[in-house]
């Protein structure tokens, strides 16, 4: 089965309700090709800006966070439900962010991706090694021990989008190249296959995240296990509109 080309927008911490409302609108009329598959991740208060602007239903909605409960006393988070209850499909977990700043566990990010499937979302479970890793050598170690946290406690894929975004690579205008990022997205892959199965790993998509911009997206055109891009800075500007088609 032919895996779905796939581009997140990652809109991190910034935007205003006006600005998000204009990046949705001009998705809308940017007449994208239906073969390929959009989700942009504004901040929480402008979610249901993102989907009341969603006119064409051009893309889907996701949030950047969430919470492992429903409800209760947990000041400052946001859960699943609520983010279904605003019209979302999707969450990103584990972006390198919120592991490294805020400093989440892979356990943590492992129950909360757990929590937002059983309650319906889909998830970008966003994994990657920083630059001393890299430099070790450890690369898919980080990324195998990321993972298997999660395989540990939910079996079922199927709504999972993996986004593999090295640390190094992110916001920095120093992407992967498309050789690095082909090869560690098949050793990711075969990974998988030991831990979810064969059938599950050749299904899921593995993206790769970290300074695309719609020049270099291209690039990435002919490497087989690089399913699409989850995209930060870019996907705030027009050149976004470039990576969703730059597998035409
Ligand atoms: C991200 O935040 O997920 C990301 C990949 O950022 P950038 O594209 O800006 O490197």
């Known amino acids: 089965m032919a895996r779905q080309f796939f581009v997140g927008g990652n809109f991190k911490m910034n935007g205003t309700k006006e600005s998000v409302a204009q990046i949705i609108d001009n998705l809308n009329k940017a007449e994208l090709p239906s073969a390929v598959q959009v989700v942009v991740a504004p901040p929480a208060p402008y979610i249901s800006v993102a989907v009341a602007e969603n006119k064409q239903k051009t893309v889907e909605v996701s949030a950047q966070n969430v919470f492992d409960k429903a409800s209760g006393a947990y000041t400052g988070e946001i859960s699943p439900n609520q983010v279904l209850d605003l019209g979302a499909k999707w969450t990103l977990t584990g972006h390198s962010e919120r592991r490294t700043i805020i400093k989440e566990s892979d356990e943590f990010i492992a129950e909360k991706t757990k929590f937002a499937l059983e309650q319906g979302l889909s998830v970008i479970l966003c994994i990657g090694e920083t630059l001393e890793e890299r430099k070790s050598g450890v690369t898919l170690d980080v990324t195998a021990r990321q993972l298997d946290a999660v395989s540990k406690i939910v079996s079922d894929w199927t709504n999972i989008v993996v986004a593999y975004e090295p640390v190094w690579a992110i916001g920095t205008g120093l992407a992967a190249t498309p050789e690095d990022a082909q090869e560690t ?64």
């Open 185 to 248: 997205h098949k050793g990711i892959r075969a990974h998988l296959a030991k831990t979810i199965g064969e059938k599950q790993a050749a299904e899921v998509r593995i993206l790769y995240g970290g300074s695309v911009n719609g020049k270099n997206a291209v690039e990435f055109k002919d490497k087989a296990d690089v399913d699409g891009f989850l995209v930060g800075g870019a996907s705030l500007k027009p050149e976004f509109v470039d990576i969703i088609k730059s597998r035409l």
